[in-house]
C-alpha cells in the first residue's frame, strides 16, 4: 500500500515537555521506562512498512458516500453492537460519515511505525510531512539536543502485535478516538564515543502505548491529529 492509503498524522499540542516526552517513548526503549506525560492534558485513552517517500504524507482511505446503515454495519464487524466501544464509534460515524474503524486502525498502525523510526533515524524530511509546525518543532528541539552531545540512536522496528481502539468520543466538532499500539522494538542510544549508553543493541523489548487522535469535523480536511501520547511502561 502506497502513502497516499493512509492517514496523515498532524498534531497541535503545546510542545512544553515535549522533549521529555520523546525520550521517553521514543529514545529510550529499555523496559523500565518512568511514563511519559501526556501532552494533551486529558488523553483518554502485520505492521506497514516505511514509505520509499519521505516527502510524501500518510493518508487514510475514505469511504465517501457510505449510507449510514452500511456505516454502522462496519462498526457492528468491528466490535459487538450495544456496547460502550460500538455506541461512541457510533457517534464518530454520525459527525464524520466517511470513518471506517479498520481502515483507521490500518492507517494509524502504519503512521506510529513511520512517526517512531523517523524520530529514531532523525529524519527530519519525513517528521515534516508527518507532523504539525508545532510538534515538528518538540521533534526538531529533541533530535537537535541529541545532536548537540554527539548521541545516536539504532533502532530497529520489529512489528506491532496489537493495536485496539480503546475509547472514541465526540467533542463539540472534533472526534476523538484512542488507540492502546503494543509493538516490538530493538533500541540502542550510544555517546559520541560509541559507547552505549542506553538500551541494548540486541534484545526486543516490548512498547505499549496510547496515541489520541482528533479530527475537526467541520474541517473539508479528512486529516486526523495527533493529540495525547502515553506510555504504559
Known sequence: MGANDFVTIFFLVAAVLIFFQLRSVLGRRTGNEKPPRDLYGSADPASGTTAPDAGKVVT???RDGTEEEDRFAAIDAFTPAGTPLNDS???VSKVDPSFNPKE???GARMAYEMIVMAFADGDRKSLKGLL???VYEGFDAAIADREAKG???KSTFVGIDKADIVTAE???TDALITMRIVSQMISATYD???KLIDG???AVAEVSDLWTFARDTRSRDPNWKLVATESEQ
Open 89 to 91: 464509534l457510533r457517534e
Open 104 to 106: 483507521f486502525v490500518n
Open 192 to 194: 559520541k564515543a560509541d
Open 60 to 62: 487514510l482511505p475514505r
Open 200 to 202: 541494548d543493541a540486541e
Open 170 to 172: 465526540v467533542k463539540g
Open 151 to 153: 548521541e545516536k540512536v
Open 132 to 134: 504539525s509546525r508545532e
